[in-house]
């Protein structure tokens, strides 16, 4: 068994300020995916305790509520310096369960802090206006309130940030929540909920319960007490809590699967574009919604670009994250394993050629070589089903009209990025692409201060930014006559 600090060696939910063991029927097991050790396990959440929770929330709700939005940004930019100080510790637990090498765990951990502080500092600032009355005995004030209890759900690929970025908004709003990680990875949430009892948040306003994701997901989600769904994950899955919502039409935020498009125009710089695609391709093993996947090239720059990034893929040190010389770990789990070689076997079947990787690394854990495959036809999985993996999927084009024809045929719309040198090119591209964010000549397209988001079956809603906040509030119209 893999040795982590004594309070994580057995998960524990966090109920009314309280930390307690699961006594549901549903027992997980916690893997090390780099080795295949076992981390811990648990049971899930009862309907008990899931009751409790939202008791928990909903009685601790306004008060919160009514605390001062400085005094909530205080405890926030607490928790954060907490977490700053327990950086090399949850930074190895995070490691440990999900399996990304330490260098992006401690990264993952400094975006997290950084929006608790963000957030700390936008709390005061959810604006409301005054409209000008049409009578002279009359008065018309809009505010912008807490929306109540949120539900929350993450996904396992970013341990840190998914839970953080939407307990931050939450409390920053003024709402309490009830946090479920996933199942894979729930030792990371518990160190957030943990700072942020230990920064001074009152009982109630954050809880966190995990196990059996189907029960659990559809009793939160039924209860009168919450009144927000925010939800990170799959665009399936992300389908299914949207109609349970719509049952009690409950405001949500959906941040779904991607397919993002990479376009590399001919005067693209070639080798900036290579380094910066390549090194987020392969970052969390490819493992990253906004990940580059549909990497087309223009047919006279291919296989430069084929040739380039196929080096950069054999550089690549793949291990177990906890090495310091690891630069790229391994899939979350044996499916997910499976599920790659799926995608490569299908593209390979209809005749794709692979330039390197295109394996299973034979050793433990739930490794995948780092993968440039070219020469797909259409119709192959990769180039249109998110294959989560650490596999670059390049293709050839001729004409910017046909690019943006191919980049936006499919139904995601989270990420994309373009390589040009030319600032016509640049500014027609951005404005082509059906994307909720787009990166020119760069891959670093996420900061607190942006919102994080996408369109068509990628989601809505978006978290960072002031839009993060405003995902959290309501607006009430008052009228006063005189």
């Not at 574009?273 to 391709?281: E, F, P, Q, R, W």
């Amino acid at each position: 068994m893999t040795a982590l600090p004594a309070f994580y060696q057995t998960p524990k939910f966090l109920i009314n300020g309280e930390w307690q063991s699961g006594t549901g029927s549903v027992q997980t097991s916690l893997i090390n995916p780099a080795n295949g050790d076992l981390v811990g396990q648990y049971l899930s959440a009862s309907q008990s305790e899931l009751d409790a929770a939202l008791r928990a929330a909903g009685e601790a709700f306004p008060k919160w509520k009514a605390t001062a939005a400085a005094e909530r940004g205080k405890i926030l930019r607490r928790a954060a310096s907490i977490m700053r100080e327990r950086t090399e510790e949850i930074a190895t637990i995070l490691t440990t369960e999900q399996g990304k090498p330490l260098s992006e765990s401690r990264s993952e951990l400094v975006a997290t802090a950084e929006m608790f502080d963000w957030l700390a500092e936008e709390a005061p600032r959810a604006y409301g206006r005054i409209v000008p009355p049409r009578a002279a005995n009359l008065r018309q004030h809009v505010v912008r309130e807490a929306v109540g209890p949120a539900a929350m759900f993450c996904s396992w690929n970013f341990p840190a940030r998914n839970p953080g970025y939407k307990i931050a908004a939450a409390l920053a709003a003024g709402c309490s929540c009830i946090v479920k990680p996933a199942e894979e990875t729930p030792l990371t949430a518990m160190a957030i909920a943990l700072a942020l009892t230990d920064a001074g948040l009152p009982k109630g306003v954050v809880n966190l319960v995990y196990g059996d994701a189907a029960n659990l997901s559809a009793h939160l989600i039924a209860s009168p007490i919450i009144r927000k769904i925010s939800f990170t994950g799959s665009t399936q899955v992300g389908k299914l809590l949207s109609r349970l919502a719509a049952n009690t039409v409950k405001k949500m935020t959906l941040e779904l699967g991607g397919h993002a498009p990479v376009i590399v125009f001919e005067d693209a710089d070639i080798d900036l574009a290579v380094s910066l695609t390549g090194a987020a391709k392969f970052r969390n093993a490819g493992q990253v919604c906004i990940s580059p996947t549909r990497f087309f090239v223009h047919a006279a720059r291919a296989s430069e670009f084929i040739e380039k990034m196929s080096v950069l893929a054999e550089k690549q040190v793949v291990g177990d994250g906890i090495n310091p010389a690891t630069t790229m770990g391994p899939l979350i789990h044996a499916r997910r394993l499976a599920d790659v070689g799926t995608f490569v076997n299908d593209a390979l079947d209809r005749g794709a050629s692979v330039s390197t990787g295109g394996k299973r690394l034979e050793r433990a854990g739930f490794f995948y070589a780092p993968t440039v495959i070219s020469n797909l036809p259409r119709d192959s999985k990769l180039l249109n089903e998110e294959p989560f993996g650490p596999v670059a999927s390049i293709v050839s084009f001729d004409s910017f009209d046909e690019v943006v024809g191919r980049a936006n045929a499919l139904p995601f719309g989270l990420a994309a990025y373009a390589f040009t040198q030319s600032l016509k090119t640049a500014n027609d591209i951005a404005d082509s692409i059906e994307s909720g964010m787009v990166g020119v000549n760069t891959t670093r397209i996420s900061y607190s201060e942006t919102p994080f988001g996408g369109v068509k079956e990628s989601g809505y809603g978006s978290e960072g930014g002031i839009e993060g906040l405003d995902a959290y509030l309501v607006t009430k119209s008052v009228s006063y006559s005189l």
